[in-house]
């Protein structure tokens, strides 16, 4: 069973100005193969079809607590591309009939130079399930072996190219609201690709941790990710239960692989912030009364009276 909270583990700027077009790279991020819909699924999955979990118990507490925290990543950047979105046609536009007249611009006509139409036709202008392409995510991206040495080898590499794509779309994208998101799950991954290194070590007596960082270039360039490092974000595990996982600190323990730093376990899960509010669409989602089809019909009515 999963306990849901209100709330988005961090609050996010304002864009600085509606940007379909990086809302469109964001995706990579939420529905492609590296992105947050993924690592959450292969754990989930992972978790739900551990066997020996008794035998193994803190492997299986870490996968599943792990689980637990990619739902908010996913969150995470949901809310960063909604935000790019907002606004990316003009509302004044919106409000106008769908039918235009005297050469002016359609009410969505901006919208056909965005990479990504799914935002404007099959959305209200929100994320969708998708990669920077538009292609659905699939279940083809989940592994889930039944080998716990096969399977922590498989997330510790997700996490690795996780961040490889998180580098990639901080590099394509300046928008603040984005690089916010990234910089806080470019941290929050880095804790995962520790702790599968961890477990690794843990079940294998193999060093994992000397591979990193992959790739080879530190969080702490990255001022966004460096603001929660200087806090320590990077060496803490959050237990995502309220009374469960509790094991999760045989594994994550030690120094840190990178700073040396000394890994703890919190009991709670981060404070976060409310969902911004954000406008409703202006055509399809209001709930008003069209003026015009109120005539349309009383116009009926009144024939139907006379005849
Ligand atoms: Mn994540």
Redesign the pocket.
Known sequence: MILKIDRIPLELPEPDAPNPNAAAAVQELLGGKFG?MS?LMNYTFQSFNFRGRNRLRPFYDLISNIAAE?YS?IEMVTVTINLLLTGATKRADRNKAPAKKNGDPAPLESATDARNSYHFIASGQTALPVDSQGRAWTGDNVFSSGNLKLDLLHNFFLECG?RANKMRVYEMVSDPTARAMVGF?LV??GV?IVAYAKALENLTGVPVGGLLPIPDVSNKKFPEARIHEEKGLHTKLFRFSPADYTRVGEIWNGPHPEDGKELTVLDEIPQGAPWPDLDEEPQLSAPGVDPDMIKHFAKKMDFAAAA
């Open positions: 947050e690592t990619e990543h996780a799950l929050r991954g995962h």
